[in-house]
């Protein structure tokens, strides 16, 4: 036993020791999020070197507060274990790491984990595993380290001066220079970055994006503002009721991939009288309701946010850059509905921010019928918008739903509840595919249901329900044939649909493709109504470039993409509407405020 203790404590193998946890530490955490190693070795060895420089750098600013190794390396272990697990899961159900920017949403994602179930599966038994190795061998440090607890000035600066000298070479790495990894690599495509970068590089920069959350564009100046035309618009008097519906999970597999089915699922979608049917593309793959939300409820790209979930950063009672604030000028009364827990994303703050008359907010406040498991049904949040609807003021009036039923998980129903069945083997995913199939088609039902209900009444009505995003598993299901770019692209295409219970005037507009920023835009012009020149710029750009990324890519009419630069044709046309969209968010003394009011 002497003999190993001395052994552990040779200075030269306890720094081999701790680089070995390191490295088991290392492999855990980026297995935790593409669980492949055949692609964890897509990572240069530069990229390998510096995140495992990053990691043995947390653990020197640990080892000043614990000052022994073996606690040092035993606290790291536990917590990297811990994140690693969570991780997993949350990568399999949300679509995306457990970054930084998730504890601003912590409530969320607890409310969101519980519809989920879970299962111990093979690559989940590997991390176990390393978690087992990584524990294990800071356990056994942590038993034979000799050295007594005591505070030593002397090693305690010599310490801090390893430590800030070792942090100040990853800033420089990081932050100073693109020899390891480009600053602003980490976007809406995050295994992208991540599988090339590692998540330990890229979790610093989501903390720097974190906490600089708004992106200036380049060259910005808001006195180039004042070159923009103030739009002048005409008022037609028209006032029609207007109701905006985003579908939680709402989307069109066969846009993507051959599913096979046995039924045709969207048929009483596609089928509706008076409506004018697009694709629009969402802010993220798989996830991030409340990015969609943003850009559809304010006209603004989440190309200026550094990180999503815009309702947990920006502060809107700066600015009524919103639907809700412009209906509100126009003599509207506003509502806006969602069964799900009202502090999700702060909905109870920015719904009310963004000029909305009356949230109704929280379970308490909807019917709750089930399809088996599935609870919040479309048909009993639609009743219940219905009921709202018909004691609104005579006015003209505005409502803004957000429903649940299609929300994963996806194995929540027996398989005898599903109606739905794919022909193709889908592997873990095929019983997912047809309970999600299954719940779309009811999601087309009920919405055709809705759509003959205001058939028969008296007042002009337009409705325009989009869905947020693909379900999360998306992630596992490829096409094949097809560039990378391209299968992003389609996972996050997005059916979207304006319908009316009166004709439209829509022979100068062009749905076929659309952004999320365009569709209230889309609403104003094809009703006759008052828009802002911010509304007239949003219009502007559509009609020119249709799809535009969060990303920057563009998406012409003709389906070609590629990504905005100074010589795009379009380009002093985009980053106009980016100058007002920066202008908008960041408000203050430069706030332009006559191109988001009436003329």
Sequence with gaps: MYNIKEFFNKNEFKLLWVLGICSVQYVLMEYSCIPSLDRFFNQTYRMMFLNMFI??????????????????????????????????????????????????????????????????????????????????????????????????????????????????????????????????????????????????????????????????????????????????????????????????????????????????????????????????????????????????????????????????????????????????????????????????????????????????????HYTHNAYGNRQWLDSDNYQDMIKEYEQMDEGPRFIYLLTYQNHGGYEQNDASFDKVHVGKDFGMQTDDMNEYLTSVQMSCESFKALTEYYKTVDRPVIICMVGDHAPSFIGQIHKEGISETEENLLKQTIPYVIWSNYELDVKDVYTEKAKFIDLVPLILEMADMPMTTYHKTCLDVHNDVPIITSDGMYVDQNGKYGSISKEYEYYEEIRNYYYMEYNALKGGHDYRKELFELK
């Design 55 to 364: 990691l043995l750098t947390l653990q020197l600013w640990l080892k000043v507060l614990f000052q022994k190794w073996g606690i040092t390396m035993a606290v790291s272990s536990l917590i990297i274990s811990v994140w690693s697990a969570v991780n997993y899961y949350t990568v399999l159900y949300h679509g995306s790491p457990l970054f930084f920017s998730e504890f601003r949403n912590f409530t969320t994602a607890l409310d969101v984990a519980g519809q989920y179930n879970y299962s111990i599966d093979s690559a989940m038994c590997k991390l176990i595993l390393l978690m087992v190795i990584a524990l294990t061998m800071s356990v056994i440090l942590l038993i034979f380290e000799r050295e007594k607890l005591f505070f030593d000035l002397s090693r305690f600066v010599k310490n801090g001066i390893c430590t800030f000298a070792c942090s100040a070479f990853v800033f420089v790495s990081l932050f100073g220079t693109s020899f390891f990894k480009k600053r602003n690599s980490l976007t809406w495509q995050w295994a992208a970055s991540v599988e090339p970068n590692g998540i330990i590089s890229c979790l610093i920069e989501d903390l720097d994006k974190t906490i600089n959350y708004l992106k200036e564009p380049e060259g910005y100046n808001a006195d180039q503002l004042d070159k923009i035309n103030v739009y002048t618009s005409k008022d037609s008097g028209q006032r029609p009721d207007i109701i905006l519906i985003l579908n939680e999970t709402f989307y069109d597999f066969e846009n993507y991939i051959d599913t096979e089915s046995d039924v045709d699922y969207m048929e009483s979608f596609y089928n509706l009288e008076n409506a004018y049917y697009g694709t629009t593309i969402s802010p993220t793959q798989g996830g991030g309701t409340n990015n969609s939300e943003f850009e559809l409820l304010t006209s603004n790209s989440m190309y200026l946010m550094q990180n999503s979930a815009p309702f947990n950063y920006l502060d809107f009672t700066k600015n009524r850059n919103s639907v809700a604030g412009h209906l509100h000028n126009l003599g509207y009364t506003s509502i806006a509905m969602h069964c799900s827990s009202k502090t999700n994303y702060h909905r109870h703050v920015a719904y009310p921010a963004l000029g909305f008359d009356k949230p109704i907010l929280g379970r308490g």
